[in-house]
């Protein structure tokens, strides 16, 4: 049974094109030997945690009902052979037996070769001004009814944090159906969907018709929402134009040539405030975000919602020199993608990692609607997982 | 104008029960003295940054309008005075003006007197088992129709972790109401809504009748949902109790009693993972998170949901070790509370905090149907503010 593909641990089917030559069982672990000459090391906690057979792990839901925690301290591998499919099986000293697909155990391996080639994968591209000549626009009738083009569209979303769409009907709540194209919408204070336009009583000068500088939306919650969609209803106002900027364009700039602002930026927690009437939200986080490998993970900026900056007195300082130097790299024309949407045309960014702007529009000249809204990394991340599989089952 | 209660930067009014005295100019910076003799220092771009006339800040949505990079370099106070009203005055070099009031100016000050005042404030207070006995019930009705209520109960669940709640009628989508008593709910792959019953083809153990391990919910999303609530409609099998652990004495424990266990569980990323059919969620974070200020902020662990550990090989024995005493002190009776729910009654709990289990029911025995939902911390902390707006306008 541990052998059918999909494991039972996995919705996916583990393929290898290479196979194991030998296990040999050491202290706490074993040590296999590849086909390629790779050895990686299993140790017995590990391969124990790891056993998918319908004991360990429920055979319907496929999630672990063994905990770790009772493997006796003394459980070692008594006896550890490559199987005729090539499958490892271990036995164990309490009586118990394990198989692992050798697919399995290539995928997660976690010798240093076998980890780094994990790390590589599909990379982050940053861009400059040049971009927005190269955008090219998907088109969302293929979108909605082609899981193929949905997918090239979420990848090229992934890969360069800013698409456009055509073809989207100008009729409200449409974005709201582009959207759950790829899950269900994150809601937020401004509601599910949300009209940009001109409003006589804003509660956010997103809805008045003054220029917007360059910004994320709703810095002020502990997660920013990772995508966000502004669909074009109309556009007859004169300006109101749309502008972008990859903030890891300016992250990588920063680092390289000013790294004390940098450092700064990364480092010194800003105060992002959203007050009204009926909310108040808060969070205090550096303008840009590194992860655990040190590289930029996300950029968080709104000069209009900013608390006043609470730090020690001998940094403040620097940390307005950098803010500033952060703000007018912002407007340096090198970085912008400026663009008028039209009807019928969808903006799809990530909101974490690209700033967007408005050009000031005159409600005067004619009329303007934008509706938006926001999905999490999250659902983007695993829709994508999702629709390679289906395309990996096809390659097979 | 700037000087109206409410300030025009905020919807809060500033009281203080100390005055300026003394206003001087240094070379980049005001320093004030207070009544109290306490002495904060001002830098110029602070305080520019923070001036609050209507040409600097939006009149209707009280957002800021001005950039501190538009700022001249050499931009100087020129004089500063205290006012008739006790407010700072002050001239700039350019022409501009701008007043603080003294209530804002010392809710905002930054001296380290001023900002380790802030730090205070109301305290997370970990508990154990015995907590079990001192739970005291909050009442719907009183929640539902009374501000002063419903501040009560959120600022106890915000200090504590885990509120029980009675009176909540049985009858299905009631536990809605009762979350959006706070804000709106936050969806999930499970719905807006889920059922928590015993189901013939079950997508999470959760929905299986097996007892299930201590865990947080939804540990494979970036950011876990802040807030649980389990509203009970019907409990009549045998079994199923529910059981509760502060993950943050958890975590206070081990960081005493077994520091290396301590610092490998805040430093080594578990990988989580949620993958069914038509989802595939992964996350990468150690069990217990660390906030700027080395304080605990967050617990995330389910044994279920989890993916091979990827680390390096000579971690490996150090990180089972850890990952083996993490869940057998979750099974320790000292830290556990556990309680029967009655139709009628309903938890809300810190999820990102309180680890939650249940035992064993039979589903031959009776019928046993929870109602669930999410929503997220910064809700809950907005929803207090605004909530705490209002009892300090009564104070006054």
Same mark, same amino acid.
């Given at each position: 049974m541990q052998l059918a593909e999909p494991m039972i641990e996995d919705w996916r089917a583990f393929t290898t094109h290479v196979s194991l030559d030998d296990a040999v069982i050491a202290q706490d672990a074993v040590t296999l030997t590849w086909s390629d000459r790779r050895v990686s090391l299993f140790h017995f906690a590990w391969l124990r945690d790891n056993c998918a057979c319908s004991q360990c792990v429920?055979? *319907?839901?496929?999630?672990?009902?063994?905990?770790?925690? &009772?493997?006796? &301290?003394? *459980?070692?591998?008594?006896a550890a052979s490559i199987d005729h499919n090539g499958a490892l099986n271990t036995q164990w000293t309490d009586g118990h037996r394990s198989v692992y697909g050798p697919g399995w155990l290539r995928a997660h391996a976690y010798d240093e070769t076998s980890r780094a080639e994990r790390r590589g994968g599909d990379q982050v591209q940053p861009w400059c001004s040049e971009y927005g000549a190269a955008l090219t626009a998907f088109d969302w009738h293929e979108i909605r009814h082609d899981d193929t083009a949905l997918l090239a569209w979420l990848v090229a979303l992934r890969r360069t944090g800013l698409t456009l769409l055509r073809g989207?009907?100008?009729?409200? &709540?449409t974005v709201a159906e582009v959207a759950q194209r790829i899950s269900f919408i994150r809601e937020s204070n401004f509601g599910v969907l949300f009209d940009v336009v001109s409003k006589p009583?804003?509660?956010?000068?997103?809805?008045?018709s003054i220029n917007l500088p360059p910004h994320t939306d *709703?810095?002020?919650?502990?997660l920013q929402p990772g995508l966000q969609f502004l669909h074009c209803l109309i556009n007859e106002a004169s300006g109101g134009d749309s502008i972008f900027i990859d903030g890891f364009a300016l992250a990588a700039h920063l680092r390289q040539h000013e790294p004390e602002v940098f450092a700064t930026l990364t480092s010194v927690p800003f105060e992002f405030w959203n007050k009204s009437a009926t909310s108040d939200y808060r969070a205090s986080a550096p303008v840009i975000a590194l992860d655990g490998a040190g590289e930029v993970s996300e950029v968080r900026h709104a000069n209009f919602l900013r608390g006043p900056v609470s730090a020690r007195s001998e940094l403040m300082p620097e940390i307005y020199h950098a803010y500033r130097r952060f703000i007018q790299l912002g407007r340096d024309p090198r970085f912008r993608v400026q663009r008028r949407l039209a009807a019928g045309e969808m903006w799809a960014f990530d909101n974490r990692r690209v700033l967007h702007a408005r050009t000031e529009f005159d409600p005067q000249t004619g009329a303007r609607h934008l509706q938006g809204c926001y999905i999490d990394r999250d659902e983007l991340l695993s829709r994508i997982r999702v629709l390679e599989r289906a395309v990996g089952a096809k390659a097979r």
């Open positions: 429920h055979p *319907l839901t496929r999630e672990q009902v063994f905990e770790i925690a &009772d493997m006796p &301290d003394d *459980l070692r591998i008594q989207v009907p100008s009729t409200p &709540d009583t804003p509660d956010s000068n997103a809805y008045t *709703l810095p002020t919650r502990e």
